[in-house]
T-cell receptor, first 112, second 111 residues
Framework: SQTIHQWPATLVQPVGSPLSLECTVE??????LYWYRQAAGRGLQLLFY??????ISSEVPQNLSASRPQDRQFILSSKKLLLSDSGFYLC???????????FGNGTRLTVT | SQQGEEDPQALSIQEGENATMNCSYK?????LQWYRQNSGRGLVHLIL?????REKHSGRLRVTLDTSKKSSSLLITASRAADTASYFC???????????FGTGTKLQVIP
């Protein structure tokens, strides 16, 4: 069966520090991969999605970036965090096509 | 930007009652999905309805879709305290890969 791993679960970082969040999927190949951000009590904002290695679509211009170095690995990065980057970051995958998304447990990021 | 908006933003009902949540979206879609999120957790997929379908059932869940009004509703029958969660609709448009979520309805079921 397929599983998705996202880490760390919580993270506290100072303003101006770098960020790297990692997400990996097991048990499937060539998945669509997604990064979403959720502000407290709000809906999900699509940040990036990827349909294949090295193929990244950015939805929101900001100081975040994403990379997909391997088929089942999706990384969210920032060179310098801002206070406004605080939030709950969710990684998700779906099979190619129109199947539902499967979410990781999320990373709660607090920028201080 | 958000594609969908759920209504109401919050809903509080007694156990055993039915809960209805609505979702409106802006552009044409391929599919509409409903997800559930327990506090501080990832989302769990509940049900998917395609643009050429009007109604779908899964257990105590009933989803309707009206593409002419660009709206959908989720009905949870005979609610339980364990149904307490936030519920989100999600649509894909402009390609199956891009999935955007609504703002969510926070449901509280009182035992």
């Amino acid at each position: 069966s397929q599983t998705i791993h996202q880490w760390p679960a919580t993270l506290v970082q100072p303003v101006g520090s770098p960020l790297s969040l990692e997400c990996t999927v097991e048990g499937t190949s060539n998945p669509n991969l997604y990064w979403y951000r959720q502000a407290a009590g709000r809906g999900l904002q699509l940040l990036f999605y990827s349909v294949g290695i090295g193929q990244i679509s950015s939805e929101v211009p900001q100081n975040l970036s994403a990379s997909r170095p391997q088929d089942r690995q999706f990384i969210l990065s920032s060179k310098k965090l801002l206070l406004s980057d605080s939030g709950f970051y969710l990684c998700a995958w779906s099979p190619q096509g129109d199947s539902p998304l499967h979410f990781g447990n999320g990373t709660r990021l607090t920028v201080t | 930007s958000q594609q969908g908006e759920e209504d109401p933003q919050a809903l509080s009902i007694q156990e055993g009652e039915n809960a209805t949540m609505n979702c409106s979206y802006k552009t044409s879609i391929n599919n509409l999905q409903w997800y559930r999120q327990n506090s501080g957790r990832g989302l769990v997929h509940l049900i998917l309805i395609r643009s050429n379908e009007r109604e779908k059932h899964s257990g105590r869940l009933r989803v309707t879709l009206d593409t002419s009004k660009k709206s959908s509703s989720l009905l949870i029958t005979a609610s339980r305290a364990a149904d307490t969660a936030s519920y989100f609709c999600a649509t894909d448009s402009g390609g199956y890969q891009k999935v955007t979520f609504g703002t969510g309805t926070k449901l509280q079921v009182i035992p």
